[in-house]
């Protein structure tokens, strides 16, 4: 049974209340980075891996995307997406990214966001990807970085005072299943290094373009100074790649 | 002036004690990763930048190389380089890694082992390696790795007892220069993070085809049960690229 934390009634709600779900992409704080990777999508076919409320699907369609396929394996999130999106170019399915099967070389453009540190293995995701896309395809997508999986704890360590005394690192090279809380909820996440992320991609055939491991947005940090501790630490690495024609 | 820490009496005293410079490379924990990367060396044109011992170089040697050249800023490292190497088809020349100037697209494979980490611009040399290099032309090279490097203090957190906590990770995204102490020495090291050393690499023509972060080799795990600590936190990154034809 593949995980499928988001129709947790819970967890969904709790969701509910984060940034990125009330404000969407600007709400995210490296929405500036990954946007600044993604290829031009006018008239481009794109599948959204993990789309969630659908809101990367809604900025694809606002960029002139051809046709754009938006993948969850939560119906609630999907209702939601459904429910903020009103254009016949989209499409969701619901369905687990590491079982889904559509024609090969059949979109342009592959994106994801923070989805596949929740399945097990990457290397099925890269050459499902590869299969799919058509030669000359970009894929661009995020994960939680290494840095910040390596421990099921994912917090920093506190000093004395309680203060972030800096980030533990620890169990960088046993990759695999980590039992992490988030949102107040239990919580399955995969721990990979970052040489699995990118041999993974090589070895299925891409070519690597370009790497992210973004800070916030200086507006952000202008506005929310406790967002400074981000630069103490890798929390997310954006990959981009192309499958060479 | 480049730091030319080699040439301290004290420092080369005390590097010279260490197992990778007593045993060569099988005393080096990383060195069955970076031989992995290598290509073909038969009658091939190498280059090795910060060539210290001159240990890669006359490994080169006996895998056949036609020619090698080893660079390193120390004196003292390039006169124990040379006692140690017999051989006609291997030139070392004394100068600093940044400002080498040879002839355009003369070598066949560039390596470096542990160099890079002491100079300020990574670019630079990414440049100066393309430029050098033939189309088809590999490049592989070891640095200590970003979680490594991002602390000046590059030591565990210790626990109460004494004993290592965890590694601790704070500056990440703060590039440039760490004062750090090794082998009981002022020692200036480049921290840069890893979207730094994969973007400068791709930015200046390069393909990236592989990337490490060595494991102890499991001989010497068995035989020196501390050094599992390394699986705890990765300590080097080895880069593999090719200047595409």
């Known amino acids: 049974m593949k995980q499928n934390k988001y129709d947790d009634n819970a967890f969904f709600e709790a969701y509910g209340q984060m940034a990125r779900s009330v404000q969407g992409l600007e709400g995210a704080g490296e929405w500036h980075a990954f946007k600044a990777l993604l ?20 900025y694809a369609l606002e960029q002139g995307a051809g046709s754009v ?7 609630r999130m999907l209702q939601q997406a459904r429910s903020m999106t009103d254009d016949p170019r989209v499409k969701y399915i619901q369905h687990a990214i590491e079982d889904l099967e559509l024609h090969s070389e059949s979109f342009d453009v592959a994106i994801s966001s923070l989805a596949f540190h929740y399945i097990a293995s990457f290397g099925d995701i890269c050459r499902k990807v590869f299969k799919l896309l058509k030669p000359g395809g970009e894929f661009v997508f995020s994960v939680e970085h290494p840095v910040f999986t390596a421990r099921s704890e994912q917090d920093w360590h506190y000093g004395e005072q309680g203060e972030r005394a800096h980030w533990p690192i620890d ?3 046993e990759e695999g299943l980590r039992d992490t809380s988030f949102l107040a909820e239990h919580v399955i996440k995969y721990h990979r290094t970052l040489s699995t992320y990118l041999n993974e991609l090589i070895g299925s055939g891409f070519t690597l373009k370009a790497v992210n491991e973004p800070l916030p947005a200086e507006e952000l940090l202008l506005r929310h100074p406790e967002m400074s501790d981000e630069l103490r630490r890798p929390m997310f690495l954006i990959l981009a790649a192309v499958k060479s024609s």
């Open 69 to 75: 396929v938006g993948v969850d394996i939560s119906e």
């Open 171 to 173: 169990h960088y090279q």
């Open 39 to 58: 290829p031009e999508l006018q008239d481009k076919r794109v599948l959204d891996l993990g789309c969630g409320y659908g809101w990367h699907c809604r």
